[in-house]
């Protein structure tokens, strides 16, 4: 394998592409457009008319309808990858081979074995690679951690995490989509193993998965191709080395809003995160003493300022150094979680972690 | 068996006598003491000058040193059964065979043979028996119920009970007691089962419990004895008939008070309630904004309304008549509950309730 | 002026009697009844039927159509006077004459003169006299106040008070009144006065209250009799001796219900209290996040800790010796502080407190 | 007076300069330079290091240490004005001349003759003038208003607002800043008239502000000269021709933090807004149940997004056409306001507005 070495330079502009000119690339380069010693020279998108807008908005000097053009422009140190989930693993292992470093939108490939294949190929030649769970860059989550991480709340014992979506994405979203816990609890589980290795290695060892359809029924007849894809709602109890626990409840509508919520028990006390409302107005009256508004919608105003915060975050590492966080390899090992909860639906049982098969070959992450 | 027809009359007050005079005696006879139409005759304890204190201060016509003397006065039709844990079935089995409808406080006997017989002999009796799981009346566990009773949050799809205490009890207590389901979870069993029944019968099915020594090192010795007397915090997972899910975790030690929570999600909506604050005072000061005050510090001040309101309540279904709630039943159905968690936390597991293994000639508890 | 000696003795029962079986008096008599230590003897009404059902609820040995019986029972050493307002200030100086000590709901008269002339008789005779102003006794309200006398917030600035009925009362209760400041907002002036004085002495000196009509149009043809008996709506401005200012808003109707809020600004941080609920749960659907109930009503229910709490502490006060708060001058400046806002309303600018007259005679209750 | 007319066009970007390159200078230039369709063209601020990196970092294409070339660079449109406050009045006066429409940091000048003269010459040029009272902007503040507008709680009867800053400014800034009222208060008088109005034309017409030394015993030598500058706490209470009242405390410090809030109360409920804080975390422990950081600390933090608001406000409507607010003429208001609470606070007494002194031969701003 040929490996172009990254152009990593003291000091001077980081010079940056971004593949995909959707809803979330153009976050993304919103944000790097406003960062001071950035300069994004160029983006790449299917739809020439976004290019175009994009580009006059922004003020950058290229775009193509060529990914490659991103991947291959000789002066782009860090390509942000923004495009359909079907074309990040092969992107990634290109931009890797090109010396560019990755900000890559989860998940890295579709399967456990195109997962481990792409962050191989980067650490091959060794770029950084960040998966972007954008959730560890919320001013809240990132808070409570800093607080468990810090010791506020002494040695973590269990966390309870709430995860609902306002309402369940269309029929084709969820069918091949690789079910409930790949496609949405997948955050929650990285959350999850991140909260509780705050305080020392602790890694997964045992999940015990319940589901169950309450809020869609037509995905019902998804049953017998993936268990996984005919629910919308689950309960996910893991236990960790440590014997800590973490729950994570999620559901595919909740009729309130977008519901985000951790709140972690430790032996000297308790750290929770609350829901984010657009403002503080309560309203009272004959009805009710009340929010004014409802909760934040969905994830594109609820993590505003996480989706601009991880992008900060990766830029600043580029320029400081140091190890990339979520990295590719706390993408692999949320996906494993994923394939624990499956395999543990299937069973009607805990199942072990060292029990989710890895692709022929491929060894186990290091925990 | 010889029973004394129950002494209903309709009109007149309720002539009650109450066992045992220790701190939750005082609080069932300082209820009973002021609520219109009913007169307590009677207290017995072992304790002189404690039943000489109650009485004059409630100015009650007689005590006695011998609780027979209060199951058997001739013009007592209820009694209040505060006497320590090993008496109760005895006591449940006198009262009701001398036609005294019974209120008494968990648990109804310390085994489920026992449980299970003296449910059975009030049965027998035609007499009331009540367990006294205090929370249901708590005007917040109450508000919550009726929310899930009306509707109000569509149908219960999964809930979420904290139940912590503010420090361990001594290691007296635990050793024997029974462990960790028993003495404290149970309670919490109680309500997950209530709240989840609240829409139609929907008992549990699967219990699956997890248990670790936290906060407590001391009782690892009792490992051997008894798995669950060697545990200080759980994490329990039930499922239920109808597919809904409720989480209870427990731990002996909360250093931030008495943590009493329940949230319950539905597929119309969301119920919860908070701890509950001596007062509502608010300080902000340049270390923080906090609330003036700790939450209640333990039950007998968190639960303080609960206590009156249950024995209000049962004084009202003696003198209007209908179903007991929480019913001896209820109280032994927690028990199994309660073992089942015994047997997960031995098995590592989850099992189903029908694992629990009943004495022998004795049918299950109809659910 | 023939005064008997108040029978004040160590140890033994405090035995006391009550004018009046109305809502209130039965609220007192629950507590008295309760309080070890303490005994109802006698209670008076005009209405036998609920002297009846009182006595017999309460066992009390005795009634009368009579308060002179409650008054002069040769065993009884306090009276609760519960009585119409119009019969408070004769009673109390009758009581006084026969050396009872007095607990009495406000007002202590009907008039400034009267209210004077009934404390200097319970002055002379050595009763103590207690002026009911239950918001004093409230978990809140105390717990507030005593983090300003302890100095958690440092010196005190400025405070604010939220003071709303849930509905106006009827137009009889208005008319002749004596108006919003006198039967509303008195409760207020007296909260704010002893917030501000709670580091020292700091008398009121200068109010300046302003009025409006806007919720209960029926009260405008109040307008000439008496200003403050046409409006339902206030805002008072307090300035203290120290220079910390109070301000106070009442209104006859929050549609929302009973509103009792107070915050106080002080050199080193703020303390405030909040609404009180009947539950702590909180509902979420589509419509809201929510409070599953509204605030409490109104006084009966917000306040029934605070009516236990004062007559509590009156009795305990009665046993133990020790300075009466809130006393009858308490209620005297009050009312003071109430005619300042009268004249104030009237004159559209702000007075002294040196400007409210005196009855004839008399001289300002030291402040 | 020669004015040139303002390049208006329909479509096409929106061209503008920045005056002032200091704190607020870029903030208004990071919004310029990522709004879609505008264009910053200039920037001018008198240190030239400063312009050379903001250059760098938004790709401004020119700069200049004059701010004459940016109020007279041929294809600016508007001109943001974030200079010292002195230089405010002639450079909206050269920017009208120039045909350039205004948006202009607080205060438009420093007095009132020279305010009402740049508003003037801005009408009389056909500019738009917007006086950047950013809390207007404020999700929460923005929120609150639009619910009193659009009747959600009735008829506006009353409002407090609560305005305390985290910390005194030196010495050299009170000195002959023009006292509490003009320098800080302003913002609230603005908040306040806005919020009585927003339900019809509803001027303020009596103000009583009460003032005191309480947390910055250094000002008091400025009594004589100016006594608006020698008190850092101050009460003040609005009278509105609608009979709606509104009080306004603020303080030169508050121990907790930037202390901000709002509440009003109508006909038919209340609207409120609280603090906010960096984040939605909780901490609970032995020590007190807790927020797990202070509010934010002053108003960059805390009011980010409204500056943000204002400027993207004020882009929108030079593009779309439509009334300015806040006008100058609201800024004008807002500074009678001011020297009411001056006056108000020498005479000791309420002061009708139109007893404040116009400058000569100007007429009073029509209401």
């Known amino acids: 394998m040929l490996c172009i070495a990254p152009q990593d330079k003291a000091g001077g502009d980081l010079r940056v592409g971004i593949i995909g000119a959707g809803r979330i690339g153009r976050v993304h380069l919103e944000t790097l457009a406003s960062v001071a010693g950035v300069k994004p020279l160029i983006i790449s998108d299917i739809v020439e008319p976004v290019l175009q807008d994009v ?25 942000w990858i923004c495009s359909p989930s079907q074309f990040h693993a092969d ?55 800093k607080a468990v991480a810090d010791g506020e709340v002494g040695r973590p014992i269990s966390a309870v995490l709430q995860s609902r979506d306002p309402a369940p994405p269309p029929f084709a979203y969820v069918k091949g ?62 236990e960790f080395e440590s014997g800590s626990t973490a729950t994570i409840q999620v559901c595919r509508r909740a009729t309130y809003g977008y519901d985000q919520r951790v709140e972690l028990f430790g032996t000297e006390g308790l750290v929770k995160h609350e829901n984010v ?4 107005v309560e309203k009272w009256n004959g009805d009710a003493v009340r929010r004014a508004d409802p909760m934040h919608n969905f994830f594109m105003t609820r993590y505003a300022d996480a989706y601009k915060n991880e992008t900060k975050a990766f ?53």
């Open 277 to 280: 409302f657009p403002n503080t």
């Open 55 to 79: 580009v006059a908005t922004y003020g950058l000097p290229a775009y193509s309808l060529n990914p490659d053009d991103v991947i291959n422009h000789p002066d782009v140190q860090a390509v």
């Open 91 to 145: 992107q990634i292992k290109a931009c890797a081979r090109a010396g560019k470093h990755i900000f890559c939108e989860k998940p890295i490939a579709t399967d456990l074995a195109g997962t481990l294949e792409a962050i191989q190929v980067a650490k091959d030649c060794g770029v950084k690679l960040m998966t972007a769970f954008q959730r560890r860059f919320d001013p809240s989550f990132a808070r409570l951690q």
């Open 177 to 238: 989509g690789g079910g409930l816990f790949k496609d949405m609890a997948i955050h929650d589980l990285d959350i999850a193993r991140w909260l509780m290795g705050s305080c020392g290695k602790n890694e997964p060892v045992k999940i015990y998965a319940t589901g169950a359809c309450n809020v869609d029924k037509a995905i019902l007849e998804l049953k017998d191709s993936n268990p996984s894809e005919a629910i919308d709602t689950a309960n996910i109890l893991i």
């Open 315 to 367: 830029c600043a590492l580029l320029k400081a150094g140091g190890e990339v966080s979520p990295s590719g390899d706390d993408g692999a090992r949320a996906l494993e979680m994923a394939m624990a909860c499956d395999l543990s639906l299937r069973l009607g049982r805990p199942v072990l972690m060292s029990e989710v098969q890895l692709p022929a070959g491929q060894k186990r992450v290091a925990a």
